[in-house]
């Protein structure tokens, strides 16, 4: 029964997930639908059924409800501003958050975890947006094809997480807002059994949240706009 009462929100904020989907709303109303339907719970076995540790972590900070609302109006505007700055990365809005993709061939050489000059100078023009918005936590994440072995793949990937989340502190990124994690070649996106898609899967992800300032703050337009 305990089990049961577990599950239960669990498929329910799975369901309303897929019908979030739908074409007839915008990515704030489907972050206030999935914040409404669990949380934290939900996210994670959202996360884990999916295969996709970016939509997990976002759902699993998500608030819901008209504030959801509100902080996905301000991550619109910033989802937008990257995408402009740095057409190179792959940006998209889930939920309350934003996830950015960097491939490996924008950021590291194959088997390599120090930052090419290519990579600083992409990394820079996100840099600039991540100043302008600082009420957001970032949480970056290394991943890594299924080539080699588990361990050294994992530690790879906190490598290159670690590389990424330097150049951004010492590039004037607070480092309170910074986050990393490794996951190695556990949490595949695409096909590794294709040249193209081992390449995809040597990426770094930013999820790029809400903090308890930007949740404050929306809390108070929300009741202001009467919600």
């Given at each position: 029964m305990k089990n049961m009462k577990f599950l239960f929100p669990c498929i329910i904020a799975a369901s309303i997930l897929l019908l979030a989907d739908c074409k007839s709303m915008n990515k704030s109303q489907k972050g206030a639908v999935i914040g409404a339907a669990g949380g934290g719970a939900a996210g994670a076995v959202i996360g884990k059924v999916a295969g996709n540790t970016a939509l997990g972590a976002i759902i699993g900070a998500t608030v819901g409800g008209i504030t959801g609302a509100v902080i996905g109006r301000h991550m619109d505007k910033q989802?937008?501003?990257?995408?402009?700055?740095?057409?190179?990365?792959?940006?998209?809005?889930?939920?309350?958050?934003?996830?950015?993709?960097?491939?490996?061939?924008?950021?590291?050489?194959?088997?390599?975890?120090?930052?090419?000059?290519?990579?600083?100078?992409?990394?820079?023009k996100v840099v600039d947006v991540l100043k302008k918005y600082p009420d957001t936590n970032i949480e970056v994440q290394g991943h890594t094809d299924s080539k080699g072995t588990v361990r050294y793949n994992q530690n790879l990937s906190l490598r290159r997480a670690g590389s990424v989340s330097n150049y951004l502190s010492q590039n004037s990124v607070v480092s309170s807002r910074l986050t990393t994690r490794g996951f190695g070649e556990n949490s595949p996106k695409y096909n590794n059994e294709t040249v193209d898609g081992q390449t995809q899967n040597r990426r770094v992800e930013f999820l790029i949240t809400a903090n308890e300032k930007m949740k404050a703050d929306a809390r108070v337009e929300a009741e202001k706009n009467g919600g």
């Open positions: 989802a937008e501003e990257i995408k402009k700055m740095n057409p190179n990365a792959k940006v998209e809005r889930v939920g309350e958050g934003i996830v950015v993709e960097f491939n490996d061939k924008i950021l590291f050489g194959f088997d390599k975890s120090n930052l090419t000059s290519e990579a600083m100078a992409n990394l820079d």
